[in-house]
C-alpha cells in the first residue's frame, strides 16, 4: 500500500495519482484502456457519450472515468459485465444514429466509433432514428463540411473551439433530436469568427466534420499513406502528416499526429492544415535556375546554383566592403536555420548586416 494513502485501485491494480487526475487519466497510464467517444486530454471533460462508465465501489450507479476525479481508497472496475453490457447498449444507440456501414461512413475521415463497436461489440444493429439535425449546406467556405448524418452530438468540436481555439464559432444549437452543431444564426464559417483551422474536423469521432477537398477526391484516410513531415509555413516546427495517394502520386490531404505526441500538441493552423495544393501547382519550381549569358533562367544544379550565389556575394564584398552585404531571414525558417544565417554572415562574411522579417 501507498505511505501517502494517494492511491485508487482499478481492476485490483493500486496505482498512485496526482491532485485533480481524473480515474481515466490514471488508468490510461497504467495502460488500462477505457473506450471513450467524446474525450480529448485538451478539453475539459463533459460525459456527452458515456462509454467512460465504470462500477466504482460505493455508488450505486456507473461513473464516468473522464470526469471523476481520483480520490485516496477509490475502487474502480472497468470489465465487468454491467460495464460491458453498457458499452455495447450504447454503441447500438451511436450507431442507430449515423451512418451504419462502415465503408459508407469512412468514406473519407476514419471512425472511431466503427472501431469501438468491432471491439467491444454492440448489442445488436438497431433500426436507424429519425434523424433531424439541421446541415449547413449554403455554406460556401472553401475547406470544411458538416454532414448531420454522421453527426452523434459528442460535442467535441465545439468544445476544440472553444477551448483550444478560442473562437467559439461553432456551438450546439436545438434541444433533443433536433441538436446540431451550428454557427450563429447559421452564417457561413469564413463569416463568423472561424479560423479554418480544422481541429474540428480532426477531433470528430464519426467524420461528420469532414474535409472538402479530401472528400472531393475520393478517397478514404485508410486507402491513403501518411508520411510524417514538417509544416514549412512558419519556424515553429508543427509536425504533421501528409495523406499521400501513391497511385496518384498526389498529397491528398493533411492530419495531425495525435496530441501529446509533438510539439504542437495535435493542433494545426488553416496553412498547415489545408495549404498544400502548391505541392502539385504546375509553377513550383523543382531544380534550382540561373541566368545565362543573356540574361535569361535555365535549370541548374544545386552545386552550381549554390556556387553562384557565394561568387556574387564574394564579388560585392571585394569590390565594395563586407558592410556592402546584407542578410534577410524568413520567419518560416526554423530558429536553427535563422541561427544558421545570423552565423554565416558574420563568421563567414565578416558583417553585422543580418535581419529576420519576423522582428519588423
Same mark, same amino acid.
Given at each position: ?23 481515466? !487519466?490514471?488508468? +490510461?497510464?497504467?495502460? *488500462? /484502456? ?17 462509454? &467512460? ?35 455495447? =447498449?450504447?454503441?447500438?444507440? $451511436?450507431?442507430?444514429?449515423? *451512418? ?50 454522421? &453527426? ?8 476544440? &473551439?472553444?477551448?483550444? !481555439?478560442?473562437?467559439? +464559432? ?6 433533443? +433530436? ?8 447559421? *452564417? ?6 472561424? !479560423? ?14 469532414? /474535409? ?8 478514404? /484516410? ?8 514538417? &509544416? ?14 501513391? !497511385? ?5 490531404? @493533411? ?24 505541392? $502539385? ?8 535556375? @540561373? ?5 535569361? =533562367? ?18 560585392? +564584398? ?33 558583417? $553585422?548586416?543580418? $535581419? ?5
Amino acid at each position: 500500500m501507498s505511505t501517502n494513502g494517494k492511491f485508487v485501485v482499478i481492476d485490483g491494480n493500486e496505482l498512485s495519482f496526482e491532485d485533480g487526475e481524473t480515474l481515466l !487519466e490514471v488508468a +490510461a497510464r497504467a495502460g *488500462i /484502456e477505457i473506450p471513450t467517444l467524446c474525450y480529448d486530454p485538451r478539453l475539459s471533460p463533459a460525459g456527452a457519450c458515456r462509454m &467512460c462508465l465504470v462500477e466504482v465501489e460505493g455508488s450505486r450507479l456507473m461513473q464516468p472515468a473522464c470526469s471523476l476525479e481520483a480520490a485516496p481508497g477509490t475502487v474502480a472496475r472497468t470489465n465487468t459485465p454491467k460495464v460491458d453490457r453498457n458499452r455495447r =447498449f450504447l454503441l447500438s444507440l $451511436h450507431l442507430a444514429d449515423t *451512418i451504419q456501414d462502415r465503408e459508407t461512413a469512412e468514406d473519407n475521415n476514419p471512425s472511431r466509433l466503427h472501431d469501438l463497436a468491432e471491439q467491444y461489440g454492440t448489442a445488436g444493429a438497431w433500426r436507424p432514428v429519425d434523424r433531424r439535425r439541421q446541415g449547413r449546406p449554403s455554406d460556401t467556405n472553401p475547406f470544411i463540411e458538416f454532414r448531420p448524418d454522421r &453527426c452523434i452530438a459528442c460535442s467535441l468540436c465545439t468544445r476544440y &473551439c472553444d477551448q483550444v !481555439e478560442a473562437v467559439s +464559432a461553432i456551438t450546439l444549437a436545438g434541444r433533443g +433530436a433536433d441538436t446540431t452543431i451550428s454557427t450563429a444564426d447559421g *452564417i457561413a464559417l469564413t463569416d463568423s469568427t472561424c !479560423e479554418l483551422c480544422g481541429g474540428c474536423v480532426d477531433v470528430c469521432p464519426t467524420g461528420a466534420m469532414t /474535409e472538402k477537398p479530401a472528400l472531393a477526391w475520393g478517397k478514404a /484516410e485508410r486507402e491513403l499513406e501518411k508520411v510524417r513531415t514538417t &509544416c514549412n509555413f512558419c519556424g515553429v516546427g508543427c509536425q504533421l502528416d501528409l495523406n499521400v495517394d501513391r !497511385e496518384a502520386n498526389r498529397v491528398v490531404k @493533411v492530419t495531425s499526429p495525435p496530441p501529446g505526441t509533438t510539439v504542437n500538441d495535435g493542433n494545426l493552423c488553416v496553412k498547415g492544415r489545408f495549404a498544400n495544393d502548391f505541392i $502539385h501547382h504546375d509553377e513550383r519550381l523543382k531544380v534550382p535556375l @540561373v541566368r545565362d549569358e543573356e540574361g535569361n =533562367f535555365r535549370e541548374a544544379t544545386w552545386d552550381e546554383a549554390l556556387d553562384r550565389a557565394v561568387a556574387g556575394l564574394q564579388g560585392v +564584398a571585394e569590390r565594395h566592403g563586407d558592410d556592402a552585404l546584407a542578410f534577410v531571414s524568413s520567419s518560416r525558417c526554423t530558429g536553427e536555420e535563422n541561427y544558421l544565417v545570423q552565423k554565416m554572415a558574420r563568421a563567414a562574411f565578416r558583417t $553585422h548586416n543580418v $535581419h529576420q522579417c519576423a522582428a519588423t
